[in-house]
C-alpha cells in the first residue's frame, strides 16, 4: 500500500513539468490574436496574467470608524 502511494505521488509531481514545452509533431502555436503585434511564446501562454491569479492584500487596518445604524437591521418576527 505504501509503494502504490509513493508511486502516485511521483506520478502526479510529474505531472506539472512544464520544461521544454514546444508544439507536438507538425503543430504551430496558435496565430497572434487580431491587433496583437507578435504570436506569443510558450512561456507567456501558460503564465498566468494577475486578473487570473490575483495578488493578495495583506494591508491591516489603519483607521477604524463606527458602522452607520441599519434600519433593516431588524429582529426576526413571530
Given at each position: 500500500m505504501?509503494r502504490l502511494?509513493i508511486?502516485?505521488?511521483?506520478a ?7 520544461n521544454?514545452?514546444?508544439?507536438v ?7 497572434k ?10 512561456v507567456?501562454?501558460i503564465?498566468?496574467?494577475s ?9 491591516l487596518?489603519r ?5 452607520r ?10
Amino acid at each position: 500500500m505504501k509503494r502504490l502511494i509513493i508511486m502516485a505521488a511521483l506520478a502526479l509531481a510529474s505531472c506539472g513539468s512544464a520544461n521544454g514545452l514546444k508544439p507536438v509533431g507538425t503543430a504551430t502555436l496558435p496565430p497572434k490574436a487580431y491587433g496583437a503585434t507578435e504570436t506569443p511564446t510558450p512561456v507567456q501562454l501558460i503564465t498566468p496574467n494577475s486578473q487570473a491569479r490575483p495578488e493578495r492584500s495583506d494591508e491591516l487596518l489603519r483607521s477604524s470608524d463606527q458602522r452607520r445604524g441599519d434600519q433593516f437591521d431588524l429582529p426576526p418576527t413571530d
